[in-house]
């Protein structure tokens, strides 16, 4: 634990203001982009953090985040320095923690061989001379993450593993997962943290102390100051399953903004973590010192804490055998009307390099096998009903079976559809490159129904100027329209209108359901 302290007399050293408790921002480290995961190297001179949607980044604006490094250099940190093409691509890419001596960096999602990142657990970098190596992948098995985010932590010790993600036993949308490493090198199946710690909502950015015995992570599942809090909670037993009720950091960390990535060095006495407090909406690197009384109290119950009980896990988990995983899932499901509840016979096409089709016979019940290590646009397809469309990631070997659902709407004057894969960049009226299937497939379900007359409708949600809400929410409706209309579309055959955030389907207070304001969708006003 002396690293720990050299960190501290680093860190403090570099800055001024300091010396009670409180936080800071580190100004060189941050912009204004959007700054998360930051961790620090044990020697206290290097930190390594994620950038998104920085034009150096490999996928430029468009990119969802970046590894940058920042250097100590006397007193001061050096700006930001992208990490390069090893460590980093166009998808997704972060530090989930580093060995005790500094030698390996645990990154998260799996790397492949044309370099793309799958959402599939953690992957080991070596220092390789000034720089790393190409990351080795960690097997974990029966990982699954169906959520749109992923954030972890692999201890010093490279022995355990906790992320959140969407996964086969999620009570709601992300919860918290842990995975153990036994003596023998294997990894345990991943194990959710139950329901004292894990909500009906996002559970997120977890971050367990090098005993293991306690776990910090961000929420908005629970009454707090702003959209996530920083909380943390005590692991009572070897089980991974019975926590202590967590406890909210308090005003000293949490705002009326969102923090996340809350990073303690307990023996030094501070704490990394992001917030977006002051910082235009994005997240902003920071440095806290908790009051001594909490310090205290932490270091007590660590003392408190029986021997480390990481290995009975991996005993409890791993006493029936896993078999090998197939290469293959099995998808399956049902298919009705959304009004009646009746079943439907339709076309079910999963498409990426190929495509698969199955037809749900008169009872809408579907099975189809495809290989797991896709990425899939789903379409649903039936005559006089409007299509449905999802986004399907199932790049692991690790998962066998899924159940998925659909329900299609009549095609009928006032039914809605709201078109969850047309997305934009943040702020503009730019679509992203994922925004063209779905909008290939309204193209296709106009020009099927020529009679069909449509209503493109924009929303946001209620944060910011309302007349900048509903200025954006016309661009985005006028950049939709102009695509149809492009792809053979009469325009005549779609109206349009800007919402702005005054007609929300859903609680504007978390970001988790404030999310699905900010929509497109259309309605048929005429058949």
Not at 458 to 468: A, E, I, S, Y
Request: a negative charge; aromatic letters at 10%; glycine letters at 8%.
């Amino acid at each position: 634990m002396r690293y720990y302290f050299l960190i501290c007399c680093l860190l403090i050293c570099s800055m001024s203001g300091m010396s009670q408790a409180g936080q800071i921002s580190f100004k060189s480290l941050n912009s204004e982009l959007d700054e998360q995961s930051p961790v620090m190297s044990s020697d206290g001179k290097t930190m390594y953090f994620t950038v998104a949607s920085h034009p150096q980044n490999i996928g430029g604006r468009r990119d969802k985040g970046d590894i940058w490094q920042s250097v100590l250099i006397g007193n001061e940190w050096s700006a930001p320095i992208h990490m390069g093409s090893v460590l980093n691509n166009r998808e997704y890419n972060a530090v989930a923690g580093l060995s005790a001596d500094g030698n390996e960096l645990y990154l998260l999602g799996h790397y492949n061989e044309n370099g793309d990142v799958k959402t599939q657990g953690f992957s080991v970098s070596r220092k390789k001379g000034t720089g790393w190596s190409t990351p080795q992948n960690v097997s974990i098995p029966y990982f699954l993450n169906r959520g749109s985010t992923f954030s972890g932590h692999v201890t010093a010790a490279g022995n355990v593993f906790v992320y959140s993600g969407e996964g086969y036993t999620s009570l709601g949308v992300e919860d918290i997962y842990v995975s153990v490493k036994n003596a023998s090198g294997n990894w345990s199946e991943p194990k959710n943290l139950g329901r004292n710690i894990n909500t009906s909502f996002q559970e997120m950015c977890p971050w367990l102390s090098e005993d293991t015995h306690f776990l910090y992570f961000a929420s908005n599942g629970r009454q707090g100051y702003g959209s996530f809090d920083i909380y943390y909670s005590e692991r009572l037993d070897d089980t991974w399953a019975k926590w202590s009720a967590p406890v909210n950091m308090g005003a000293g960390v949490n705002s009326e903004g969102r923090e996340l990535y809350y990073i303690p060095y307990p023996d030094a006495g501070v704490a990394l973590f992001t917030s977006t407090q002051n910082s235009d909406g994005y997240g902003d690197v920071k440095l806290y010192r908790p009051p001594k009384e909490v310090l205290d109290s932490l270091m007590k119950k660590a003392e408190e804490m029986p021997p480390d009980t990481v290995v009975k896990l991996v005993e409890i988990v791993r006493e029936k055998p896993i078999t090998a995983p197939e290469k293959f899932v099995k998808i399956w499901g049902k298919i009705t009307d959304t009004g009646t509840g009746n079943p439907i016979a339709a076309k079910v096409n999963f498409h990426s390099d190929s495509n698969f089709q199955i037809t749900a016979g008169p009872d809408g019940v579907y099975s189809i096998n495809v290989p797991s290590v896709d990425e899939y646009s789903i379409k649903v397809e039936s005559p006089g009903f409007v299509g449905s469309f999802e986004k399907l990631d199932i790049r692991t070997f690790e998962m066998r079976e899924l159940e998925m659902n659909f329900k299609l709407q009549p095609v009928a004057v006032g039914a809605t559809v709201n078109l969850k894969s047309v997305l934009f960049q943040q702020s503009t009226a730019n679509l992203l490159d994922e925004s063209y299937d779905e909008l290939d497939m309204v193209v296709d379900f106009l020009k099927s129904n020529p009679n069909v007359e449509i209503e493109l409708a924009g929303h946001t949600d209620n944060r910011g100027l309302q007349v900048h809400n509903m200025r954006l929410s016309r661009e985005r409706v006028e950049t939709v329209k102009s695509y149809l209309v492009e792809k053979g579309i009469d325009d005549k055959r779609i109206t349009g209108k800007g919402y702005g955030g005054i007609k929300p389907i859903a609680d504007n207070d978390a970001e988790v359901t404030r999310r699905l304001n900010r929509r497109v969708e259309f309605t048929i006003v005429k058949n």
